[in-house]
């Protein structure tokens, strides 16, 4: 017997159900208004709860973004008091209470938020210990497991611990002095030239090139290329008659340096050394000595680094000469002016800073100057000399350093050093 199966024809597409046009068609597509989308969804939904048989759901209450997010229907006083869900369950074949033990129900709090309930803790799982490992694995067919291979060393750690090389030959030897300071000490440059040298390549020790930073013993034979000292022959020396009312070096508590005062309009119209200014003479043009800022006269400002330590080295042994116009502020009706002894004293005995001075000749120049002439100079020397015997310094000049005179030079004007000219 053949039982025959008869297929329902769909039903009729309802009004507003039309399939929608492929992406793509040519046939415009016309953007609902949002009134026509919300009635839209109404209908979809009387449907829905027709179909169901069950009745329409109130509409949901209307949220404000200026309250938190919170409703603003007074309607229900907490979100727990909400219409229970009367849809028929669609799995019966589940028990109820597995349904009802899949979420724990939300207690409320006072102000009708709901509290979180508390997490349930995973059950903690034991570890298997060897023996049930080892029995896992025997069961499995699986045979002891291998011992352990050794851990291959890392490269980097053993880089690390490798002995570096030996140096290579005119590398900077790490006894000895620097070839900088030596090159000073001989006379042959300043620090900052001998580098300037050894960084150019015209310096060379033992016969190989020598490079920055290198030490040499006291037996290495230094050779220094003639380009060095052509370039060391093209630095100028400035004498400069300092004003009052200048520093020596650095400008401070608002005073000038009195290198601003070398320009071309102050040169010395006398100046007999054929040079001409050029702005680069004030490249690394330093002071060789200092003047106070209420002292004049002389001024050394160089360029070349052997001028400057030849002046102010620590070995210096170079004279200074100076005019002091002093007033005697321990005179008494028997004693006017300063003692013999004070004299003496000033010439040698005095002491600055826990230093004992080297000898100096001091000498009256006329009834109101003296005249010093020092070997060394430490910051506010004369002053601080003729403080410790009753004198007070009225008018300080400097007249002469080495065998170079500040001679008739106006005070402003600046003249070059003179190559006949020689500060020893």
């Known amino acids: 017997m053949v039982t025959l199966k008869l297929k329902k024809s ?4 309802e009004p507003g159900s039309e399939r929608r046009p492929a992406r793509g068609s040519s046939a415009p597509r016309r953007r609902p208004t949002l009134a026509e989308a919300q009635a839209a969804r109404a209908e979809a939904a009387e449907r829905r709860d027709d179909r169901e048989g069950r009745p329409m759901a109130p509409p949901a209450p209307q949220r404000d973004g ?10 229900f006083e907490a979100r727990g008091d909400r219409q229970p869900d009367r849809r028929p369950d669609r799995r019966p074949d589940r028990p109820a209470e597995a349904r009802s033990d ?87 440059a300043s620090r900052r030239e001998a580098d300037e040298w050894i960084e150019a390549g015209w310096v060379k020790v033992d016969g190989r090139m020598a490079v ?32 009052i009312g200048y520093v020596s070096g650095q400008a401070e508590d608002g005073y000038e340096p009195a290198v601003v005062l070398v320009r071309p309009e102050n040169q010395w119209s006398e100046d007999r050394s054929g040079l001409r200014w050029h ?101 506010r020397q004369i002053r601080r000399m003729c403080e410790a015997v009753g004198l007070e310094v009225l008018a300080l000049k400097r007249v002469r350093i080495g065998s170079v005179p500040l001679g008739h030079l106006p005070p402003g004007q600046w003249r070059f050093l003179r190559r006949d000219e020689f500060f020893a």
């Open 10 to 13: 769909p039903p009729p597409p």
């Open 66 to 75: 200026r309250n938190g997010g919170r409703s603003t229907d007074r309607g």
């Open 102 to 188: 899949r979420r724990p129900p939300r207690a409320a709090s006072a102000g009708g938020d709901f509290e979180r309930a508390p997490s349930r803790a995973p059950a903690a799982r034991s570890r298997p210990d060897e023996t049930e490992r080892r029995e896992r694995r025997d069961s499995r067919g699986e045979g002891p497991r291998p011992a352990a291979q050794p851990r291959r060393p890392d490269p980097a750690a053993q880089q690390a611990h490798t002995p570096l090389p030996p140096a290579p030959a005119g590398a900077p030897v790490a006894e000895g002095e620097r070839l900088s300071k030596r090159m000073t000490a001989l006379g042959l």
């Open 212 to 243: 920055l930073g290198q030490r040499v013993g006291p037996q290495a034979h230094i050779e220094i290329d003639p380009a060095a000292h052509r370039e060391q022959a093209q630095r100028v020396t400035v004498l400069l008659h300092k004003p």
């Open 279 to 379: 702005p680069g003479h004030l490249r690394h043009l330093a002071p060789a000595g200092r003047l106070d800022i209420d002292s004049t006269g002389l001024l050394v400002l160089t360029q070349d680094g052997r001028v400057a330590r030849q002046l102010i080295g620590d070995d210096s042994e170079v004279e200074k000469e100076y005019l002091v116009r002093v007033r005697y502020s321990r005179a008494t009706p028997q004693q006017p002016q300063l003692p013999e002894a004070d004299l003496a004293l000033l010439n040698h005995g005095l002491a600055l800073d826990g230093h004992r001075l080297r000898p100096a000749r001091v000498s009256w120049a006329n009834e109101d100057q003296l005249r010093f002439v020092l070997r060394e100079g430490r910051k």
